[in-house]
């Protein structure tokens, strides 16, 4: 008993400790208001705009809109989660972190929340100014079920994101260009521009291994109860993401553990350049 | 107080595998720590004396439960490091010289304070162990100042720091003053002194490949190179070891032909440098009687004598003694000092 | 020395920073222990990113493939490939060197031009990215069957546009070099949110008639927007934007010959003047991650 609480007293202020330079870094450096806020929220508009050309209905808008703020956290994910493990090492953070008395899950979920809370600054400006630029409107009917597919979906997206830490870590400098990789194709397939029914029954299932890709489509169908552009019912799709969640979850634990295990024996990952 | 041992290993190895290159077949490996053996007392400033790719970073990772052996066992406190790493992590820390911690963007403060979260301490005592350090290393007055605006010194004097944040009962510090200068490793080597001799039961395992901080700070020192423990004793012992041998270091004239000294009956040791245009020769002799044979060699070489000096035993020359050659060319700071 | 050898000297400092810049970008960019890896990446992005236009575009035109507009769409997103290629290439020097490698501070304590150095570094994404043009537009035309006829276009305005607007790109990125140098790492890359706010005012993916007018303007006083619509009308041999038809090609390719020189002169200044703050502020090798 004493034990637990001595472990969740240190697991508890290890992840405040490790979510505060992403909270900080965002407050001391401001330049991210541009290049992470004003910029994507342009490139979005560009979306915006190619439905616009094609004289699609407006509920388009929307969807761009959503999947425009929803990219935030994607990027996020990628760039600093799944990177940063590797990024910890090259500095010389990592070790410093194995060799404390506290939960590796307790480090990532840190940055996680503290990824999350940052990048949710940045998704809300998006979605707003977006909103207010093109005449967004939502008719939401159920409030509870919007809030409970958001949360489950950065859950689960930010699990993923812990899995992708260590994986990413083993494959040192490749991890780079495999998140760079990832980019993309998961804009694509995730249907951030577009409902993601029109990639077919089958590859809109495969699609469903990122979270966002039903968030995506269960907000959709929340925003727009009108519209007929959903892939499965939502409640399917909100037991799907809680099942991501614990999923993902409990892999990333496996995954650290294997992670560092491996790193002891082979002794590389401790050690930069590589 | 029990005479407990605080760290002790057997047998402990590491064998490093290589990556394979193309077109080799068989992986090729690399022993970086073959048998040592050593027990370091509770209270001890215990030295790890050697030259660079000795093993000393290797045999401090497996202590601090970075590394695995490969043959061996260690105990940390009493714990052993492959059974239970999480509990040997809660008694100890460790500083490596050279390097530096957390984020550029924080300041000094908060960095140190990021770390003391991942021991669960509770911000007041964080705050005032944070506090008393940054007095120790003489940051106090840059808390405020975001670590990636420190000079190099200043961040590895933040990492010294970061080092004593949880109290470790045993603490690791891997060449803790490379690469600072004169001044600060003054201040920081003080102070690893007074935290040993102060605090009953603290522990302190120091690698160096400075002679004279070993020689200076440790109780005991063990000299070692190319993975293996080659002797352990105080300073004082180690030297004595040499106390009935004589040693000489001479400069001279360009030499040539120096490689017959060693040949000279009562020469027990030899190790020429080339420094800016004359010779170093330096001796360990079994008796001052052969320097004579000596001066004559030289003369006959064609050199001049330009300087003579008998020295004390120094560590270096216990490694000299030991291993039959010197620690290198590079370094050492420490020398101007005296 | 006389100022002639000065001269001189420079010129070959910098032929020189661009030849060593030119090696080591191809080398990092090469460094792939799996070629096959390396293959997946140079299609899986800008496929990827041609098939979300592919799938906009069936969603609401439920037409064929063949509709000039998607021609015209296509080409576009195509030919921004290199957008972005190369002003990251550029502008993620900075940060990479610094931060990753931390070679920064050598590079600027070598006798390197580091303005060279950085055009040098461009090179190799610029040959990565010629890949992932060229097979973006074969999987537009064996796959989407998108009429394309690069045999039958005009060679003379197509290739003159290309390499005035590569030009022009290149200087763009050391702009964006100069931002990266003085500003931290964020979890985006510089150029990337650059150019993908740059896709909106261009008309890479849209004709420039459909943005509200005040945007218009805005697209109009970007090099790029010729640029583009230098090559759509090289290739398809017709202009589909009521708002730059009447710009005749001459006046493309003098307007992109100004921006050109424009950029050049504006690139050295700003460049200049971030080096000097970044020096100011000692920010050459500072580490920001966070
Ligand atoms: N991760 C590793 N992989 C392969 N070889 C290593 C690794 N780490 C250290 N070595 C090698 O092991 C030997 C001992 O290194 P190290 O313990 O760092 O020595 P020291 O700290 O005494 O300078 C060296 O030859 C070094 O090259
Ligand atoms: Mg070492």
């Not at chain 1, 001595?6 to 405040?16: G, H, K, W, Y």
Request: with cysteine; net charge neutral; aromatic share 12%.
């Amino acid at each position: 008993m004493k034990n637990f609480r001595r472990d969740l007293n240190i697991f508890l202020r290890t992840v405040r400790g490790r979510s505060y330079p992403r909270l900080i870094g965002m407050q001391r450096e401001k330049s991210w208001i541009f290049f992470d806020t004003f910029l994507p929220l342009l490139a979005t508009t560009a979306y915006v705009f190619i439905y616009r050309a094609l004289n699609a209905p407006p509920e388009f808008t929307g969807f761009v809109v959503l999947g425009g703020a929803m990219t935030a956290y994607w990027l996020n994910v990628l760039w600093s989660m799944a990177t940063q493990l590797y990024w910890e090492k090259e500095t010389g953070n990592l070790s410093l972190y194995l060799i404390a008395p506290t939960s590796r899950m307790a480090i990532l979920l840190g940055m996680a929340l503290g990824g999350m809370a940052a990048t949710t600054l940045r998704a809300v400006t998006v979605l707003l100014l977006g909103s207010l630029l093109f005449d967004v409107t939502f008719s939401v009917e159920n409030w509870g079920a919007l809030l409970l597919v958001f949360v489950l979906t950065l859950v689960a997206l930010y699990g993923l994101g812990m899995i992708f830490a260590s994986l990413f870590l083993l494959w040192g400098r490749e991890a780079w260009h495999l998140a760079q990789l990832f980019q993309e194709p998961v804009f694509l397939i995730s249907g951030f521009y577009f409902p993601v029914r029109n990639l077919g029954f089958w590859v809109s299932i495969g699609a469903s291994i990122i979270p966002i890709t039903f968030g995506l489509d269960a907000m959709r169908q929340l925003l727009y109860p009108q519209a007929q552009w959903g892939f499965l019912d939502v409640n399917i799709e909100i037991a799907v993401l809680a099942l991501l969640s614990v999923l993902f979850l409990v892999l990333a634990h496996r995954m650290l553990l294997w992670m560092e295990t491996l790193a002891r024996r082979e002794g590389r990952l401790t050690v930069r350049g590589q | 107080m029990s005479q407990r041992f605080a760290i002790q290993t057997e047998g402990l190895g590491r064998v490093y595998q290589l990556k394979r290159k193309r077109g080799e077949t068989a992986p090729k490996t690399l022993v970086a720590l073959e048998g040592v053996d050593s027990e370091v007392k509770q209270g001890e400033l215990f030295g790890l004396l050697g030259p660079n790719g000795a093993g000393k970073t290797t045999l401090i990772k497996i202590l601090t439960t970075l590394l695995l052996p490969t043959s061996g066992r260690a105990l940390v406190d009493g714990i052993d490091i492959v059974q239970d790493p999480q509990e040997v992590r809660r008694r100890i820390n460790m500083v490596s010289g050279g390097e530096t911690c957390g984020y550029g963007l924080l300041t000094v403060e908060e960095n140190l304070w990021m770390f003391t979260q991942f021991y669960g301490l509770t911000d007041r005592v964080a705050r005032e162990r944070i506090n008393e350090m940054l007095e120790v290393v003489g940051l106090s007055d840059r808390r405020k100042t975001k670590s990636h605006f420190l000079s190099t010194g200043m961040k590895q004097k933040m990492n010294f720091a970061r080092g004593f944040l949880n109290d470790p009962q045993i603490l690791f510090l891997d060449e803790p003053t490379l690469g600072l200068d004169v001044q600060t490793s003054r201040v920081l080597r003080d102070f690893v002194k007074r935290w040993v001799r102060e605090r009953p039961g603290k522990t302190l395992l120091l690698t160096t490949h400075y002679m004279a901080e070993a020689d200076e700070l440790c109780d005991r020192v063990a000299i070692i190179d190319k993975g293996k423990i080659l002797a352990c004793d105080t300073p004082a012992n180690l030297k004595r070891r040499l106390q009935r041998a004589s040693i000489f270091k001479l400069q001279t004239t360009p030499l040539e032909m120096s490689n017959r000294f060693s040949d000279l009956p009562g020469v027990s040791k030899f190790i020429e440098h080339q420094r800016n245009g004359h010779t170093e020769l330096n001796f360990i002799l079994e008796n001052e009687n052969v320097l004579v044979k000596i001066l004559d060699a030289v003369q006959a070489g064609g050199g001049h004598l330009l300087s003579l000096e008998k020295r004390e035993p120094t560590l270096e020359d216990v490694f000299i003694d030991l291993v039959g050659r010197g620690f290198g060319d590079e370094e050492t700071p420490l020398e101007v000092e005296k | 020395m006389s100022t002639e050898s000065i001269k001189m000297n420079n010129w070959h400092e910098s032929a020189r920073s661009f030849r060593v810049a030119t090696w080591l970008g191809w080398q990092i960019e090469s460094n792939w222990t799996e070629p096959f890896l390396f293959m997946i990446y140079a299609i899986a992005r800008p496929v990827a990113s041609a098939l979300i236009l592919v799938f906009m575009y069936m969603v609401i035109a439920q037409g064929g493939m063949g509709h000039p507009l998607f021609a015209y769409i296509y080409l576009g997103n195509a030919f921004y490939i290199y957008v972005a290629s190369v002003m990251i290439g550029i502008s993620w020097t900075v940060t990479d060197d610094r931060e990753h490698y931390g070679i920064l501070k050598y590079i600027y304590a070598a006798p390197i031009q580091v303005y060279f150095y950085l055009l040098g570094r461009g090179v190799a994404k610029t040959l990565t990215a010629t890949v992932a043009v060229v097979i973006t537009l074969a999987f537009g035309m064996l796959v989407l069957r998108i009429p394309y006829d690069f045999l039958a276009m005009n060679h003379a305005l197509f290739w003159a546009t290309f390499f005035l607007g590569l030009g022009a790109l290149a200087l763009m990125g050391i702009l964006l070099a100069g931002v990266a140098l003085i500003t931290a790492r964020h979890s985006g890359f510089i150029g990337e949110a650059v150019a993908g706010a740059l896709y909106l005012f261009c008309g890479a993916v849209f004709p420039l008639d459909v943005l509200p007018q005040p945007l218009q303007y805005i697209g109009l006083s970007l090099p790029l927007t010729y640029w583009l619509e230098g090559l759509r009308r090289a290739v398809l041999r017709e202009s589909i934007s009521p708002l730059l038809a009447p710009i005749s090609n001459e006046i493309i390719l003098v307007i992109l010959l100004g921006a050109t020189l424009v950029l050049g002169l504006a690139s050295l200044g700003f460049y200049r003047w971030c080096e000097h703050r970044a020096k100011e502020k000692g920010l050459i090798d500072m580490q920001t991650m966070y």
